[in-house]
């Protein structure tokens, strides 16, 4: 939520019409329609209390702002949020003022109601209204006044032409919400009318896990608490790691809220948010004009990044499997027969009207209905109160261009469902069963070897370049990178051939291996080039390894020349204009990068063009090593 903006929106208040029944064909824009037993809470919403003039005028004055909640990946909209504005115009201090003085005088259900209307009608003005949702915040003060007088949205939408799954109530953590039976009871009202629920400032309130636990939300805000200066907190990036994990298994998608910096953006990206909210991408503005389906800035920067690290896209994209959604409202009987027509599935997807997953349901659980003595009459009979609804699973929701481990590490952890929803831009895409993702890792991992390197079965160049890469996003700790390249190679390969200049660079990697115990990764860039990698090390640390490493070699291959060579200590051999002089005995030159902790985000270009320039000093030093700092 906007640090200065409330959640509400204001517009001329509308009086909810009634839309068409449930018998409606599937997949039309409509309104459910009053449930059963849901015939009183109908006869009181017509009751609405009336608000008086001053009121009315109070509302006349205010306006609202939208911004867009986008996805992280593509920068393809997903949703807007209504921001309250020209509260002080109206003569409150802020919007929480203004909420007070409702409270105060016995009208905040009221008051509440008609922005949540108004925030419908100007939102339907845009042009894509229909492929996105809004999210809207409702006062804790009033929630099991939601589904009283005035408080159902379900038709006002479906006056508006919308389908109730746009709407999405924020709840914010800041404000304790009761915990009683009521509550409970309309919150399920809420759900069964098909509007989805937000956590708002989850992380920073009263209830914490105890509200993620009773409210079953569709989506959580992670507070921007937690997002500010995210990618130089280590803290920070830990507990938002473990808040998308946990949010993933349950079936809830996390919002990065108040992203303002293109690290931030990163960061959370990186930690698995696939939607981001914040200035960003936009401010909060009330000229709907200026609102768009596609941020492409957001989508340079996803690209940008992707191109700098391995992505398992392809791999999962390949392994998915595309099975038919059912829709959140397929009559039971309906949901009885697809599974009649296709026996061998445990499972269906379950969308909602804009494409959004719900959950799966299964046939382990239709199956009472199949041999039950009344299922089938249970499920006919227009007045039952079972729905599909009612038997969706919730299961991990994975974007396709997660990584194939982290999809591993939702779906491990107790998964009633078996399964894991794939989505693009937040859309459904399809489904992964436990062997299916068996074969994703298998695919990766028969890639990871076949990029490793023939002769030292060291990783190649592309898992060295996500291993940089990765460590640019990172700027909370300190990286070093060291580049190793023999000196005077060639005339030694030329001179003894090819056999014992590959047993020169099989000795190198295995002292690589017995030395370097502080690295986090080494790897084999090709010929007499490679790669380490130190992570939170610093150069006190690594230095003298690398001293060790450079001096081992040097002793170590001499046991590959001649005695005549070793006693002269040279070799005679061709410089490149083909002038025979004399070249020194094999060593290696090491040149060392450090990359320290709190530093702007690099491109892997840029470390590139400094190691090359580092290299070059290396091999004109005496002791063969050169070092530097960015930004020092």
Not at 136 to 149: A, E, Q, Y
Request: glycine share 8%; proline share 5%; hydrophobic share 40%.
């Amino acid at each position: 939520m906007d640090r200065h903006l409330h959640s509400f929106g204001v517009a001329p208040a509308l009086r909810p019409t009634l839309g068409p029944g449930p018998d409606r064909p599937l997949g039309e824009n409509r309104s459910p329609g009053p449930r059963s037993g849901d015939g009183p809470l109908k006869d009181a919403e017509t009751r609405r209390p009336e608000l008086n003039d001053r009121w009315l005028q109070t509302l006349s004055l205010l306006d609202y702002a939208f911004q867009p909640i986008v996805n992280s990946h593509s920068g393809v909209c997903f949703a807007f949020e209504a921001l309250l504005r020209e509260t002080e115009r109206a003569g409150f201090a802020d919007p929480q003022d203004l909420l007070d003085t409702c409270a105060a005088e016995g009208v905040l259900a009221e008051v509440d109601a008609r922005l949540r209307e108004m925030a419908v009608a100007k939102f339907s003005t845009l042009p894509f209204a229909t492929k996105v949702k809004l999210f809207v915040n409702v006062d804790n003060r009033v929630i099991d006044r939601l589904t009283g007088p005035g408080g159902s949205l379900a038709e006002t939408m479906a006056s508006r032409g919308l389908h109730p799954s746009g709407v999405i109530f924020e709840i914010s953590e800041r404000h304790p919400v009761r915990n009683d039976q009521t509550m409970m009871q309309t919150l399920e009202r809420i759900k069964a009318q098909g509007l989805n629920i937000a956590i708002d400032d989850f992380g920073v309130g009263f209830s914490g896990l105890q509200l993620l636990y009773r409210v079953e939300p569709n989506y959580v805000k992670v507070d921007r608490f937690f997002i500010d200066g995210i990618d130089r907190d280590t803290r920070k990036r830990h507990l938002l790691s473990h808040i998308v994990n946990m949010a993933r298994l349950l079936g809830i998608s996390v919002i990065a809220e108040g992203v303002q910096s293109e690290r931030e953006f990163l960061t959370c990206k990186e930690l698995g948010c696939d939607l981001i909210q914040g200035y960003l991408v936009q401010a909060p503005t009330a000229d709907i004009g200026a609102l768009r389906m596609h941020y492409e800035e957001v989508e340079v920067l996803s690209a940008r990044e992707r191109r700098r690290k391995t992505s398992d896209y392809q791999f999962i994209k390949d392994k998915v499997q595309p099975l038919e959604p059912l829709h959140v409202e397929t009559s039971m009987l309906e949901v009885l027969q697809m599974f009649s027509d296709r026996p061998r599935l445990a499972y269906f997807p379950v969308v909602d009207s804009m494409g959004v997953p719900v959950g799966v349901v299964r046939e382990a659980d239709v199956k009472y209905y199949v041999y039950s003595r009344f299922g089938r009459d249970l499920l006919s009979n227009p007045s039952s109160k079972v729905s599909l609804e009612k038997i969706v699973w919730r299961c991990p929701v994975v974007d396709v261009n997660s990584r194939a481990e982290h999809i591993l590490e939702v779906f491990s952890i107790d998964n009633p469902a078996q399964c894991a929803i794939v989505t693009e831009n937040r859309h459904y895409v399809g489904t992964l069963d436990a062997q299916s993702l068996l074969g994703i890792l298998t695919e990766k991992s028969l890639t990871i070897a076949r990029d490793q390197n023939p002769l030292t079965r060291m990783p190649g160049n592309t898992l060295i370049e996500e291993f940089v890469s990765q460590s640019l996003m990172n700027t909370t700790e300190d990286y070093l990178f060291v580049y190793f390249d023999f000196d005077h190679f060639k005339p030694f390969n030329d001179r003894y051939g090819f056999r014992v200049g590959d047993r020169a660079i099989l000795m190198f990697s295995e002292i690589m291996r017995r030395i370097l115990r502080a690295a986090s990764f080494t790897g084999h860039i090709g010929g007499d080039d490679f790669f380490a990698g130190f992570q939170g090390a610093g150069l006190a640390e690594a230095m003298p390894e690398i001293g060790r490493l450079q001096n081992q070699f040097t002793h170590e291959v001499r046991s590959l020349y001649g005695v005549e060579a070793r006693t002269r200590g040279f070799i005679l051999g061709e410089d490149r204009d083909g002038r025979e002089r004399a070249f020194p005995l094999l060593s290696v030159s090491a040149a060392v990068l450090r990359v320290p902790a709190g530093r702007d985000i690099l491109t892997t270009e840029e470390v590139v063009q400094l190691m090359s320039a580092l290299k070059k000093e290396a091999k004109q030093s005496p002791d063969r090593l050169a070092s530097a700092t960015i930004g020092g």
